[in-house]
């Protein structure tokens, strides 16, 4: 999975992919010089989007906000997602690329037009989370995450306390592997639901299972070039593979393309391995019974596999090498303005320490981002190593256009090869693909 892959997979559940472009905020001509990309007369700054209706609103009130604040007029440009990637790519071969952007993954094509974040990543004001920028071969920061996302842990809240059987609330007095799914077998068994658990067949969610289990999945030797796994890895991966016999987990999720969230949301299963975008949806959608956000396990790491919901860039117009942009981005994760944005789009922030207040309807959705902030905390740096390792792919000309974690773990999952020889195969699709 490439990062523009894994970038889309995140977009596509938080974003609405049929958004028409638009352009909003104000168009207002300033007397002055101009500002950037955006040419003509005016005091503005131009900002490509490709987001939902519901989270434009954000970076809409930061527009409002830093003209207020400058005399800069900002113009946000919501472009579908489908198209968005070749517009980048099209504006940097006709060098009108805007002045900044919030992008699914870095194009080699305007690597070198990318301004540097350094300094604003390095501020210990902002406190950014430096396992989650993108960083070139020199070290320097080339992008900053909008938002992360993280794989969590959603329970049938309902047939918990129908069965009686309690679940740890705090990140810091979490549960096991075998802790977790004894519990949840133990609802299945007592309420009649069908499954105790269903998991999205996706590499990110492996990952992290396989990360707490102190493993580092699939990972470069070093300067080698090559992939291999480890011994850790290959035991989470079998225990994985082992959960899906039908009662505890449906092998139709990984083996035949089977929704797990459908599943989870027909209240017949007492578990569900998703993260984070889920939670704006179920408090809209679950009505039928009480959900919760619990604790991800821990045995013994605490961590997941952290992605970005979108990349922020600056990009070097005409105006002294980007300064508009370095402006902007300045401004904007600056902890006040950063916390409004944070509160109004409904993101897990990249920064730590921010007091935000959450504006769901639901008590059960604040409460899972109160839980997701507490974990994000306690999440060792392994966290982020997919998210920076298919930054350095990207900017080599790299991809891994297809993962191929989930074809060969469905086959294990059929019996028509073992766990060990999936990861085999799996590691040699990495190494024909991204490795060298």
């Not at 131009?46 to 434009?56: C, D, H, M, P, Y």
């Not at 981005?329 to 730590?352: D, F, H, R």
């Not at 900017?395 to 086959?411: A, F, Q």
């Amino acid at each position: 999975m490439t990062l523009t892959s894994r970038l889309r997979g995140t977009s596509r559940r938080r974003r609405s992919l049929a958004v028409a472009a638009i352009v909003t905020a104000a168009g207002i001509a300033l007397a002055g010089c101009s500002a950037g990309g955006s040419g003509g007369d005016a005091k503005k700054l131009t900002l490509w989007v490709s987001l939902s209706a519901a989270q434009q609103k954000g970076f809409d009130q930061l527009a409002t906000d830093y003209k207020k604040k400058t005399g800069v007029a900002i113009d946000i440009v919501n472009i579908p997602y489908s198209g968005y990637a070749t517009k980048l790519h099209n504006a940097a071969q006709a060098n009108a690329l805007p002045d900044v952007a919030s992008v699914p993954a870095l194009d080699p094509i305007w690597k070198n037009k990318l301004v540097d974040l350094t300094a604003i990543a390095d501020d210990k004001a902002n406190k950014i989370n430096a396992s989650y920028v993108a960083k070139g071969s020199d070290g320097t920061v080339l992008a900053i995450p909008s938002d992360v996302t993280a794989t969590g842990l959603f329970i049938n809240k309902t047939l918990w306390e129908k069965a009686g059987v309690t679940f740890p609330t705090d990140p810091e007095k979490t549960w096991t592997w075998p802790e977790f799914v004894a519990a949840a077998d133990k609802v299945r068994e007592s309420t009649g639901a069908k499954y105790s658990l269903v998991y999205d067949a996706s590499p990110s969610r492996l990952r992290a299972m396989v990360y707490e289990m102190g493993g580092k999945y699939v990972h470069r030797d070093g300067d080698s070039g090559s992939f291999s796994t480890d011994s850790a890895s290959e035991k989470a991966v079998d225990y994985f593979v082992g959960l899906n016999d039908d009662k505890t987990m449906p092998k139709s999720v990984w083996t035949s393309g089977a929704d797990p969230s459908a599943l989870f949301q027909s209240g017949q299963v007492a578990a569900y391995w998703s993260g984070v975008w889920q939670v704006s949806a179920f408090s809209d959608s679950i009505t039928s019974f009480d959900w919760a956000s619990v604790p991800t396990p821990a045995q013994p790491v605490q961590a997941a596999d952290v992605n970005s919901g979108g990349l922020m860039v600056g990009f070097q117009n005409s105006d002294a090498e980007g300064k508009a942009a370095t402006d902007f981005l300045t401004w904007m994760y600056e902890p006040a303005q950063y916390t409004k944005l944070s509160e109004i789009n409904g993101y897990l922030p990249v920064e730590t320490g921010l007091d935000i207040q959450y504006g769901f309807s639901k008590k059960a959705a604040t409460d899972a981002f109160a839980l997701y902030n507490k974990e994000l905390a306690l999440y060792k740096p392994i966290s982020g190593y997919f998210l920076q390792a298919q930054t350095g792919w990207v900017l080599k000309g790299k991809s891994l256009t297809t993962d191929p974690t989930v074809t060969e773990l469905g086959k294990a999952i059929n019996g028509q090869q073992s766990a060990s020889q999936a990861l085999k195969n799996i590691v040699a699709g990495y190494n024909k693909q991204v490795g060298q």
